[in-house]
């Protein structure tokens, strides 16, 4: 059975978020939010409380796929996904993340795997890597298609950088950071993701940079946050890192309802009267005598 309403965006008619939104942000020093979203039902969520941004991120390979990491996440995945998202969506700026190796190859091939995202709804588009990615990028904006940078951590590297650990300790790798952040901001980037860095590098960027920083695991001097949905919703009791705040406890509320539901199906309390259809009763039933009746709550439910 089929009975579900299609998710419809909250709100319709609310002034979307644009770049030059995000832009206007910055100048104004007001915080910009962005969660990850995957589907439909959250978007609309996420969107109807106000978030400004929602990232449809690689991240799934892990969240959603259960995967060790964001490494084995295709193009047609990331575009099943962005349209589900921008379905839920009436407000909130939708950035679809490239996937490991959909813009690495060639400039042409990022164009390629970018356009699939906008033409799935996002309105646009994330890559990880600094100065070596910025003829991408600015190959990207030429064509007309908004990308958002990701220095720092960087997931799709994950083998290169020795697991998720975090960049710009020390005095070399803080530079390099800084200078990718600096080079994908000269390439037309309109805003970047600086994500597992120390606080201080993470401000001095933000100063640096003309365009919004939103913040992973970088403190709170970025002109933005973001947090992977999951972990907000602190859905996963063993994923307790020192980035993330977990604004309820997830795991229990669906744990304590899925036990409620199992031990109610198990007891016959679910479904009652109240989650049941009824026909119209027949005429005959009309004249259906007390005795005949079965009565649950004193409600007729039945006779015999
Ligand atoms: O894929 C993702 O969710 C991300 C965020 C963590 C920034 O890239």
Do not use: W
Not at 230 to 246: A, I, S
Request: proline share 5%; aromatic share 4%; charged share 20%.
């Amino acid at each position: 059975m089929s009975s579900h309403a299609p998710i419809t965006p909250a709100g319709a008619g609310r002034k979307p978020v644009t770049l030059r939104t995000l832009a206007q942000m910055k100048k104004d020093g007001q915080r910009i939010t962005m969660l990850t979203g995957y589907d439909a039902t959250f978007a609309r969520l996420l969107d109807a409380a106000g978030v400004d941004m929602i990232l449809v991120g690689d991240s799934l390979g892990m969240v959603v796929k259960g995967e060790a990491n964001t490494l084995n996440v295709s193009v047609e995945q990331m575009a099943y996904h962005t349209a589900a998202v921008a379905r839920g969506v009436a407000r909130a700026h939708v950035v679809g993340d490239m996937p490991f190796m959909s813009y690495q190859t060639s400039p042409e091939e990022a164009l390629k795997n970018a356009a699939r995202l906008l033409q799935s709804g996002a309105s646009s588009v994330k890559l990880e890597g600094g100065r070596q990615l910025a003829p991408t990028v600015a190959r990207l904006v030429e064509a007309g298609i908004p990308v958002m940078g990701h220095v720092g951590l960087m997931p799709q590297s994950v083998h290169a950088m020795g697991g998720f650990v975090v960049q710009g300790k020390d005095p070399e790798s803080r530079q390099r950071v800084l200078d990718d952040a600096v080079a994908l901001e000269a390439a037309g980037a309109y805003a970047v993701v600086l994500e597992g860095i120390p606080i201080d590098l993470a401000t001095e960027i933000t100063e640096t940079l003309a365009i919004p920083t939103i913040g992973i695991g970088a403190g709170a001097g970025c002109d933005g946050q973001v947090l992977v949905l999951y972990d907000l919703l602190g859905l996963n009791p063993d994923f307790t890192p020192k980035f993330v705040k977990k604004y309820v406890d997830g795991a229990a509320v669906v744990g304590d309802a899925v036990r409620a539901y199992v031990d109610e199906v198990k007891r016959g309390v679910f479904p009652d009267d109240d989650h049941a259809f009824h026909a119209p009763r027949p005429k005959a039933a009309a004249t259906a005598t007390k005795e005949s009746l079965t009565l649950v709550h004193g409600r007729v439910v039945g006779h015999h």
